[in-house]
């Protein structure tokens, strides 16, 4: 295993956009922080209508701006990024984006750090294209997708005509709307020009959804949204999802077995039959079929113990109820972060649920190498490193999400040997229960690796494509996410003061905010780690961005851990919202030989390129943050459509307390967050409003 080799390492810099902070409880201004380091560019929300590139192949707004401003590339949701000639100090930046946004056409500005640009000269103005609404999208079609692959997700699947008049422009997307409320409010989602769609986000099965669809036309630069399609309607179905043992799974003569009576979603939107076994060492099983939440056997014999076996059954398959569960992981010991007192309660949580293989968890991070106890939990993903030098793997964007290595020489000519981080946080949140290594907070639900961060961090830009592209959301250039996730986790910070605030904005969030809150809207809950410069935490993006879940990390004792960002007095709603375990190398005392007080996860043993698969022990709110993650997917797999604000009100509402007399708990401002996540008060809570 390998020793951890110091904070900075662990929590990778990522330099941020800046976009308004928008805490969850309340706001306060940034205009005490001092931003430090350099932009090289920004990013850019045109209204509609306005080209993105001026005559003179500038970025539209140059004029208004002052500067020379090189089109960079699209982002997704109508955002761009626009270059300097030169990297700027964030102070100069800041007067040249509080001028573009004083042109009209821009609707806001953003600041985007360490982004290269191409030396262009100032000049030329905007051209608006002329352009008029397509008409409406023909012949749309609904039916149930159901796939046996994945049971128990709701799926539909859509398809349609191309709109008759174009008028001149040409299709270049569409926007799929869908409705549970027969119309009378309506969540978009935008695609590329393919004429089907797959939905297998956010559905529920047994629920009457309506459909529409609007072709989005452009005209040189200018883009604008049709005419709704007719509207069509469907109900989807699964396989009933695995039913829940309300007293145990052990039944006598004189006890009856019940079970936690299942929702219309639950039972797959159809009727469900339940198949209840009784069995006994050396005794005959005895079996009973019912329509209700609880059975009655016949001929127990009398003072014996019988084991029960549940499976549900509807038209779709069927689905077995989780038994008390106990990984055989070779390290599982070493975990103490799952179980022990100022863990997480996680045996609790296991009796119901492991996860399912419908949740995707994406990992926004530097990447992930080849692992035994990862290789069976992947999806395909995306690497997002937009500059050449930094991504290590000789491209830019592809879809390869792999991690080359971020090895480098700092300043003073030392070898810094690669951190694998992405492997180590991916194995946190869903390593396999499989005999060997360890486990994962939930290790039947996938991971989706996303690679935003290359040899020396990342960049904004890069972070925002990603979050759209993981929240199945379009960005241009990009193939839609085939496996769209419900929880993404975002294991970065910065180091220096990163404030995430609009440039004269009317309150409105900032780029990083408009793809989170896309994203929130999509159906995905965003973790983000609070940072581990043992300072306030409004200094660290993107934990600093709003909506995101904020974790701070704790120690084995049920402490603060000595690195973590906290929150600061008066500082309402900015900085933690909840902890962790993240371990914590000086709180050692009583934890697991060789774990050094810290979280042991997945790992390789190269130190520059990747070598052979092994295991480490690292620290770090990095590594609070997957743990969070891992409840959060534990939580979406017992309810698909759960929200981002039902997950953490269910979370809020379980939170185990501090250890007593600690700096977390004795603070009368939230230093540390409401408290320390607990999985099995969080998974029994939801499945007592079920």
């Not at 797999?637 to 809020?652: R, V, Y």
């Not at 007399?661 to 408290?675: E, L, N």
Request: hydrophobic share 40%; with cysteine.
């Amino acid at each position: 295993m390998k020793r951890f080799r110091g904070v900075a390492a662990l929590l990778l810099a990522l330099v941020s956009s800046i976009g308004l902070i928008a805490p969850a409880t309340a706001s306060q201004s940034n205009s005490d922080l001092v931003e430090t380091g350099t932009a090289a560019g920004l990013i850019i929300k045109y209204r509609e209508g306005v080209d993105t590139v001026a005559a003179d192949g500038l970025a539209t707004g140059s004029n208004a701006a002052k500067v020379a401003l090189t089109f960079g590339h699209a982002l997704g949701d109508n955002l761009f990024t626009a270059d300097f000639t030169d990297n700027l100090p964030i102070t100069q930046a800041r007067d040249i984006a509080e001028a573009l946004q004083q042109d009209p056409r821009v609707e806001f500005v953003s600041i985007n750090h360490n982004f290269s640009a191409a030396s262009l000269s100032v000049g030329g103005s905007a051209a608006l294209a002329a352009i008029k609404a397509a008409s409406a999208v023909q012949s749309l079609k609904a039916v149930d997708a159901f796939n046996k692959a994945t049971p128990t997700t709701a799926s539909v699947r859509l398809t349609w005509k191309a709109p008759k008049s174009l008028f001149g422009a040409k299709v270049t997307g569409y926007i799929v709307e869908y409705s549970s409320t027969n119309g009378t409010s309506w969540t978009a989602i935008k695609r590329g020009t393919a004429l089907s769609y797959t939905m297998n986000t956010a559905l529920e099965a047994g629920t009457k959804y309506s459909f529409r669809v609007k072709a989005v036309t452009t005209l040189k630069t200018a883009s604008k949204a049709g005419t709704a399609s007719a509207v069509v309607t469907m109900r989807p179905t699964t396989a009933p999802q695995a039913p829940i043992l309300a007293g145990g799974n052990v039944v006598t003569s004189v006890l009856n077995p019940s079970w936690i009576q299942q929702s219309l979603a639950q039972q797959g939107g159809l009727p469900v039959t339940y198949l209840a076994t009784a069995s006994a060492e050396g005794l005959p099983s005895a079996t009973c079929t019912t329509i209700s939440n609880t059975c009655a056997f016949t001929g127990l014999s009398a003072g014996v113990n019988y084991k029960l076996a549940l499976v549900a059954t509807n038209t779709r398959g069927s689905t077995s109820a989780v038994t008390e569960f106990k990984p055989a992981d070779e390290y599982y010991s070493s975990q103490w972060h799952l179980f022990a007192e100022y863990g997480i309660n996680l045996p609790t949580a296991w009796k119901y649920t492991r996860g399912s293989k419908s949740v995707v968890v994406a990992v926004l991070d530097s990447g992930i190498t080849s692992h035994p106890d990862l290789d069976s939990q992947l999806v395909s993903g995306y690497d997002f490193v937009s500059n050449k030098t930094r991504s290590n793997d000789g491209d830019g964007w592809d879809a390869d999400p792999s991690d080359p290595g971020d090895f480098y020489t700092d300043s003073r000519g030392n070898f810094v040997e690669s951190s694998w981080h992405g492997t180590h946080v991916a194995g946190i949140i869903a390593a396999a229960s499989n005999t060997i290594g360890i486990t994962g907070v939930a290790p039947n639900v996938l991971i989706q690796p996303v690679r935003a961060m290359g040899t020396d961090g990342g960049t904004s830009a890069d972070l925002i494509a990603a979050i759209n592209w993981a929240a199945g959301l379009s960005v241009p250039g990009v193939p839609i996410n085939p496996t769209p996730a419900k929880v993404i986790n975002m294991s970065m910070g910065t180091s220096g003061v990163s404030i995430c605030d609009d440039i004269a904005s009317g309150g409105r969030l900032g780029s990083t905010g408009q793809a989170l809150k896309a994203a929130k809207a999509a159906g995905v809950t965003s973790i983000s780690a609070a940072g581990n410069f043992n300072t306030d935490a409004r200094y660290s993006y993107p934990g600093n961005c709003f909506p995101t879940i904020n974790v701070g990390a704790t120690g084995f004792s049920g402490d603060r851990a000595w690195y973590s960002n906290y929150t600061m007095p008066n500082a309402q709603g900015v900085g933690v919202d909840i902890s962790a375990p993240g371990g914590d190398d000086r709180d050692q005392s009583q934890t697991p030989a060789k774990t050094e007080g810290q979280l042991l996860s997945t790992f390789n043993d190269g130190q520059s390129k990747p070598g052979s698969p092994t295991y480490a022990i690292e620290e770090g709110t990095s590594m609070a943050a997957p743990v969070v993650s891992g409840i959060v997917a534990l939580l979406y797999s017992i309810k698909p459509t759960i929200t981002f604000d039902e997950a953490w009100a269910i979370l809020s509402k379980t939170v185990k307390p501090f250890k007593p007399g600690g700096q977390c708990a004795t603070s009368t401002t939230g230093m540390c967050g409401i408290g320390i996540v607990n999985a099995g008060g969080a998974v029994e809570l939801l499945l007592s409003q079920k």
